[in-house]
Every structure is written in C-alpha cells, then in structure tokens.
C-alpha cells in the first residue's frame, strides 16, 4: 500500500497569511493526488485533483503543485472559512490511501 | 449532475448485521468503478474497499480488517452500490461514504452514519 505522510499536523495561521501543507508519498504516484478539505460534521470536499487542478467553484486561492513522491497545498491568502482540516489522497491505485490530515486554525 | 446518495445507517448492536445503499446517477454507472469510505469520529477517511464495472469483471477488495465481514456489490439495472456489513464491531462505528472513481477524481456521497454499541 501507499503510504502519504502529512506535514505538518497541526498549523496556527492569521488571516491573509500564506499557508503551505505537505504531502509526500511512499512511492511515485505521478499527479494522482487529490487535495480535500473539511469541516466539522461534512462530507471532505475536494478542492484540487490531479496534483494541480482546481475543482469547479474552488477559490483561486488554494493551488496545487509536485509530482512523483512530494506535493503541497497552497493558500495564497488564509480566509476565515478556510479554517478547517486538510486531507491529500493518493489514486494512483488500490488501496486510495489518505494523509492523516494537517487541521488549520484561527492564531 | 453527479449524485450519490448514501442511506441505511443505524444504531446496532456488536455482532449484528446492516446493509448500506448508495443511489448513483449522473454518470454512466455501468462502466464505473466504485468504493466505499469510511470515518470514524476525530479520525482521517479510511478506505475499505471498491468493487470494479462488471465490464472490467465486477472483482472486489477490501482492507485487511472487514475482509470476510464486509461485501461490496452492485446492481447496475438499479444504479445502486451496497456495502452488507456482517459481524459488526465498536471500532467499526464511522460515517459511511459512497465513492464513485472516475481517474483522478472521486465522488463522494452525503454519508451514512453507522454506529455500534451494546
């Protein structure tokens, strides 16, 4: 199985700040990484797929980017609904395997 | 537009049974390959198992921990996925999500709530 590793955790951030959240994978995955977001009692919302793709409806401001084995999550400019959990999931094959989640809060 | 509905979830006791549903329209179902997610509370999604297009030969796996509990299956006359949960246990208590995977996106269902307890 593929493994994705989350970094960091946990990320304290203010409000217009840039945000970056990583995601590195066991083995190459080429672009199958899809980002998600969440928030408390939702169903997780994908915000960019194919490493870099933003999802109809996603603000500009989360972006996508890597390939292979390392990636990340952009949020050029932190907005007060942006306060969620954060999830990278692999679909280069079976099992789908998730990150274990990067959770951003108000500092 | 792409739906999936997710519905059957319920309180049940360890051991026992439940049968979840997950009504899909939208896209060409027949061809599509599927999979279910699961949640459970405070915790990442974790995927338990997909089932591909009877084209592609209807096959199924499944994560260690419901192998031989757990069944995927479909009927594509109804446009339906079902995930039948035998031998229930606490640990399996989670928001039950239908997926539909198409390449480098997936689909998610509302969820489905199922909780064990005794």
């Known amino acids: ?15 217009g700040d840039r945000v970056t959240i990583t995601c590195r994978a066991s083995q190459g995955i080429s672009s199958y990484l899809a980002w998600y977001q969440q928030k408390p009692g ?23 980017s890597g390939s292979g084995t390392e990636f990340t999550l952009t949020i050029s400019s932190l907005q007060p ?4 959990t954060y999830y990278c ?10 990150g274990q989640g990067t959770k951003v809060e108000i500092k | 537009e792409v739906q999936l509905v997710d519905s059957g979830g319920g309180l ?31 915790k990442g999604p974790e995927w338990i198992g997909h089932i591909s297009s009877n084209p592609d030969g209807g096959t199924t796996d499944y994560i260690a921990s419901v192998k031989g509990r757990f069944t995927i299956s479909r009927d594509d006359s109804k446009t339906t996925l079902y995930l039948q949960m035998n031998s229930l246990k606490t640990e399996d208590t989670a928001m039950y999500y239908c997926i539909w995977n198409d390449g480098g996106l997936d689909y998610w269902g509302q969820g489905t709530l199922v909780t064990v307890s005794s």
């Open chain 1, 1 to 15: 199985d593929i493994q994705l590793t989350q970094s960091p955790s946990f990320l304290s951030a203010f409000v």
């Open chain 1, 42 to 64: 939702k169903a997780p919302k994908v915000l960019i797929y194919a490493a870099s793709t933003l999802q109809s409806g996603v603000p500009s401001r989360f972006s996508g």
């Open chain 1, 81 to 84: 609904e942006d306060f969620a």
């Open chain 2, 12 to 42: 049940v006791k360890p051991g026992e049974s439940l049968s979840l549903s997950c009504a899909a329209s939208g896209f060409t179902f027949t061809n599509a390959w599927m999979s279910w997610v699961r949640q459970a509370p405070g």
């Open chain 1, 89 to 98: 999931q692999q679909l280069a094959s079976y099992p789908r395997t998730f």
